[in-house]
Nanobody, 126 residues
Framework: VQLQASGGGLVQAGASLKLSCAAS????????MGWFRQVPAKEREFVAG????????RYEDSVKDRFIISRDNDRKMVYLQMNSLKPEDTANYYC????????????????????WGQGTQVTVSS
């Protein structure tokens, strides 16, 4: 599967932004999808993940009440709605995918995912 993230930009604190990730390839609904973010000199950080059907989601604690991950399997898309943005949300955001057969749990670590899109930069000014 190939992934293409978009939707980043420069916004003020408190604003909202919606990231999109388009997937190409077959059997998209077999993939768990995730969003990660990275700032320079730091490791990539899990933000949110969603199960194949969309029935299970996981969030990093600092975004739990502000971000919403969703997916549209017919369109092969995954989204990250980001509300009440803070300067500390500034990062390069990546979408990721992994095909899991034996587990129903949403993966939350970078090493769990084996397909990555290019990043889309989100900058939140104070």
């Amino acid at each position: 599967v190939q992934l293409q993230a978009s939707g980043g930009g420069l916004v003020q604190a408190g604003a909202s932004l919606k990231l999109s990730c388009a997937a190409s390839g077959h059997s998209y609904n077999r993939y768990f999808m995730g969003w990660f973010r990275q700032v320079p000199a730091k490791e990539r950080e899990f933000v949110a993940g969603i199960s194949r059907s969309g029935s299970r989601v996981r969030y990093e604690d600092s975004v739990k009440d502000r971000f919403i991950i969703s997916r549209d399997n017919d369109r092969k898309m995954v989204y990250l709605q980001m509300n009440s943005l803070k300067p500390e949300d500034t990062a390069n955001y990546y979408c990721a995918a992994v095909q899991r057969i034996l587990s129903a749990e949403v993966p939350t670590t970078e090493s769990d995912y084996n397909y990555w899109g290019q990043g889309t930069q989100v900058t939140v000014s104070s």
